[in-house]
């Protein structure tokens, strides 16, 4: 039957494995990635982002934070296993607002990665020619040390890193 063609086929799909002696030579970090924190979603009418993921999908939602120092109001939802973002302008430099001006609709903004130690990755991250878009980490909505690596070397995405 069905059971027997799935564990057939799964036993010839290849497996993927390092040989001993070829994950030695890999260095080991200072710095270790963490979980996904959050995924950024930029919207135009906050009130209303918050009313779907509330009223509608029954989320629970926070208050919204104003970030001047980001240039943007943030609320979060609480996922079971993580946490979206809802990311509104704040003031005329806000890069929320040109994000909005190519996306009148909203969208995904960024993601957020944990790390243990910021300070090392950024270290590591620049030596490996990573781009990051402030010379130092700035205190995020958390209230913790993060930093933003440069979308053109991470395949298209903004990649928030942030203290775990």
């Not at 063609?5 to 390092?18: C, E, G, K, V, Y």
């Not at 943007?72 to 607002?97: A, D, M, Q, R, W």
């Not at 001006?101 to 969208?107: F, Y």
């Not at 933003?148 to 990649?159: E, I, M, N, Q």
Request: with cysteine; aromatic share 4%.
């Amino acid at each position: 039957g069905l059971l027997t063609r799935l564990q057939t086929s799964a036993s010839t799909i290849p497996t993927l494995s390092m040989s001993r002696s070829h994950s030695q030579s890999i260095p080991s970090s200072l710095w270790k990635l963490g979980r996904l924190n959050h995924v950024a979603i930029a919207v135009p009418d906050l009130e209303k982002a918050q009313a779907l993921y509330k009223d509608v999908l029954g989320a629970r939602v926070s208050e919204t934070v104003a970030l001047p120092e980001h240039g943007v109001y943030t609320v979060f939802v609480e996922l079971g296993n993580t946490k979206l973002e809802l990311l509104h302008p704040l003031g005329e430099k806000s890069p929320i607002s040109s994000f909005l001006q190519k996306n009148k609709t909203g969208g995904m903004h960024h993601i957020c990665i944990e790390v243990d130690d910021i300070k090392a990755a950024v270290t590591e991250l620049k030596e490996k020619k990573i781009r990051v878009l402030s010379e130092e980490p700035k205190i995020g909505a958390h209230g913790k040390p993060v930093i933003f690596l440069h979308p053109k070397d991470c395949h298209g995405v903004l990649v928030e890193l942030e203290q775990a």
